[in-house]
């Protein structure tokens, strides 16, 4: 994984959303480098991660204020634009980490009513987090790179054996208020940090500008593949007897069927997939739930599992009391 950024297209986002109302050059590179992370899979899927800037803006009385603006709740950082990073009044905003607790509602309540446009999407559930960080620019994501780290047992010595005092670690923390404390206390307590990984969740990265959060987001990223592929997790396990595919959709289509759709079936295949649906404990590990809240958004909580194998001799009948028995436990 190598960065994206380009002198040249930083320029063109500067001259393409700098201008705008209620933007400036900050902001434009914020948008440019916050596309370049949500056009890439391997960092964050569809409407996962954020990111923020903290820059100076003018309100309505014409006075140039600090301001965070922030990634906004429901939009995608792959096409985003500077209306979708709300700007917040970042004054007030750091007062609020005296307090010693704050609902989310709350949370909600606070990033509102310091809105420089009224009209503005909710800010980022995030937003204190980022608010309270030392970083001008400010990226977030669950890549899932990282989080085969920091979801291990002892995650918290594998991150610095992977990134010594460039990244601190975060012990989990409930995503809210809390969270965002005490990410601002292992913040300052490890000045020579330029990032933040938080145990069972994700990175943080921020810089000066916008290319330094990105590029050392790139740059954990990368450090993290090549420590997983360097030390590969099990061996391949003994694959399963060959299914006939053209044999098996149209039993899975039927049975489908019987619920909804039209259905249009895709298979998909590789070492990598036949190595996780060949495991003997592929159920224990495929039904824990999935690794991060992006992933819920793309595969839901369960996924179904069919062993035609274990279904014969009637697979049709056996497929469709398997998708039964799915169905009730998956409403339970
Ligand atoms: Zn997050």
Same mark, same amino acid.
């Given at each position: 994984m190598e960065s994206r950024w380009s002198d040249a297209e930083a320029h063109d986002a500067v001259a393409r959303w #700098?201008? @705008?109302?209620? %933007? !400036?050059a900050d902001l434009a590179l914020r948008v440019y480098t916050s596309r370049l992370i949500g056009s890439d899979p391997r960092l964050v899927l569809h409407g996962g991660g954020n990111t923020s800037v903290k820059t100076r803006l003018r309100d309505d009385t014409g006075a140039e204020i600090e301001v965070i603006c922030v990634k906004g709740s #429901? %939009? *995608?950082?792959?096409d985003l634009g500077p209306r979708d990073l709300p700007a917040v009044r970042l004054a007030s905003l750091g @007062?609020?980490?005296?307090?010693?607790a704050l609902s989310d509602e709350a949370m909600v309540n606070a990033a509102r009513v310091r $809105? $420089? *446009?009224? %009209?503005?999407? !909710?800010? %980022?559930?995030?937003l204190l987090l980022h608010a309270f960080l030392p970083g001008t620019s400010i990226d977030h994501s669950h890549a899932d790179a990282i989080l085969a780290l920091v979801d291990q047992p002892d995650a918290e010595r594998l991150c610095h054996a992977v990134f010594g005092d460039d990244l601190a670690v975060v012990p989990y923390v409930m995503p809210g208020f809390a969270l965002a404390k005490l990410a601002a206390e292992v913040a300052e307590a490890h000045p020579k940090a330029h990032g933040l990984l938080l145990l069972q969740h994700g990175l943080f990265t921020w810089g000066d500008t916008a290319q330094a959060a990105y590029e050392r987001h790139i740059a954990a990223v990368a450090r993290a593949m090549a420590f997983i592929s360097a030390h590969p997790a099990t061996p391949p396990a003994p694959r399963r007897a060959h299914v006939d595919w053209p044999s098996l959709a149209p039993l899975l289509r039927g049975a489908l069927g019987d619920v909804g759709g039209p259905w249009i079936l895709r298979l998909r295949t590789g070492d990598t997939l036949r190595a996780f649906v060949d495991a003997p404990d592929l159920p224990d590990k495929a039904l824990r #739930?999935?690794?991060?809240p992006d992933h819920v958004i793309r595969t839901k909580a369960l996924p179904w599992i069919v062993d035609p194998t274990a279904l014969a001799p009637d697979l049709a009948a056996g497929i469709a009391a398997s998708l039964a028995h799915y169905r009730s436990s998956y409403q339970t």
């Open positions: #700098g201008a @705008a109302p209620n %933007s !400036n #429901g %939009s *995608d950082l792959a @007062a609020l980490r005296a307090l010693p $809105l $420089l *446009d009224a %009209s503005a999407p !909710n800010p %980022s559930v995030e #739930g999935p690794a991060t």
